[in-house]
């Protein structure tokens, strides 16, 4: 039953700990989901109809779905990513959405590193050659890894997360620092030396090449077939961004082909991965189950400022780190209906 002594009632989903659901429980009657099933899916739908805030990690918010929600006023997404919303939609109606930059960057920095260290020495193959018993002579050539120091990594995409990249790379393992950007980088270039390149000639220059732009209509499939045939043959991919920035089943074939030494990836076109998918199967590929920024201290750091972007929000302040805040209608009334 609703407190009418709070103005605001809250969806929450997902990844939000105690005390911050106590922290919303102060200015909203909020209904919690650890998970949306199909079990407790018309429950969700039922809250989200009278509900003005909406919080939570991977969110999976329709048209459809947001036709059924009238009181909407703000979506805070525990994520930097927001291609998962229909973010035209809410911006028509004036719903605010808020993100959750920079307290991740350096998590998903260390995340893009074990990748490449994982590729170039091989880690997860020759780990299970460990376990699985096969360790039983002394490591031959056939065994050796790739270095990481020196080579070459070229970062496409050097917004926050891709400099952060490139800082380890240029300041802890010596790179040579090649990235794409819409505009040239000066911090990146006179800190690191990086230098600009055009996507073609990243990949063609690049020993390792890390992914890390945001996915929308210009990145779907920015590494395709012939992309993929650019790179150098002992070149390595690594995909921290989101799968559908790579054609997957191109990036498939070219591994089948030798077209490319290695991938590490983090993010898939259909996430969760399934087992049986030809990437599991090849040795010379990592994956990982979208851990970008999954650490304890992260993950509570972003739930704790998507909490405070919705908090804010609904007391008509402006949020830190909102995404489509000149669409935003202000509401700063008390509950509707
Ligand atoms: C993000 O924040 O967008 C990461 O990919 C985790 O979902």
């Not at 990844?15 to 659901?21: F, H, T």
């Not at 077939?225 to 070149?235: E, N, Q, S, V, Y």
Request: proline content about 4%.
């Amino acid at each position: 039953m609703a407190d009418n002594t709070k103005p605001w009632r809250i969806v929450a989903v997902r990844r939000l700990s105690k005390p911050q659901l106590d922290t919303l429980s102060e200015i909203a009657d909020v209904s919690y989901f650890e998970d949306i099933t199909t079990t407790n899916r018309a429950d969700f739908m039922s809250a989200l109809a009278t509900a003005h805030g909406l919080i939570g990690g991977k969110l999976e918010l329709t048209e459809a779905m947001l036709a059924e929600a009238p009181l909407l006023q703000v979506v805070a997404t525990i994520s930097v990513g927001y291609d998962h919303l229909p973010l035209e939609a809410l911006s028509q109606r004036g719903i605010l959405v808020c993100n959750t930059p920079d307290v991740l960057t350096e998590t998903t920095a260390d995340t893009a590193f074990a990748l490449i260290m994982a590729t170039q020495r091989r880690l997860v193959e020759l780990s299970n050659m460990v376990r699985e018993g096969h360790w039983s002579a002394h490591i031959s050539s056939a065994h050796f890894g790739t270095d990481v120091h020196g080579k070459t990594l070229g970062i496409v995409g050097a917004g926050r997360i891709g400099a952060a990249i490139a800082k380890r790379g240029a300041l802890g393992f010596s790179m040579p620092i090649l990235y794409t950007a819409g505009t040239s980088k000066p911090a990146l270039e006179q800190e690191l030396g990086a230098q600009r390149r055009s996507l073609e000639a990243l990949l063609s220059e690049a020993d390792i090449v890390c992914l890390s732009v945001p996915y929308n209509d210009d990145t779907h499939h920015l590494i395709n077939a012939a992309a993929l045939a650019g790179m150098k043959p002992t070149a390595a991919l690594v995909n921290i961004a989101r799968g559908k920035v790579v054609d997957e089943d191109a990036l498939i074939q070219a591994l089948r082909r030798g077209q490319l030494r290695a991938a590490g990836l983090d993010v898939f076109s259909q996430e969760p991965l399934q087992a049986d998918s030809p990437l599991t199967a090849m040795h010379n590929v990592v994956v990982t189950p979208h851990i970008g920024s999954a650490t304890h201290e992260t993950r509570d750091a972003m739930a704790q400022l998507a909490v405070d972007n919705l908090v804010q929000a609904l007391a008509g302040k402006g949020p830190r780190t909102p995404v489509n805040e000149r669409h935003w209608r202000r509401t700063n009334n008390t509950q509707e209906g």
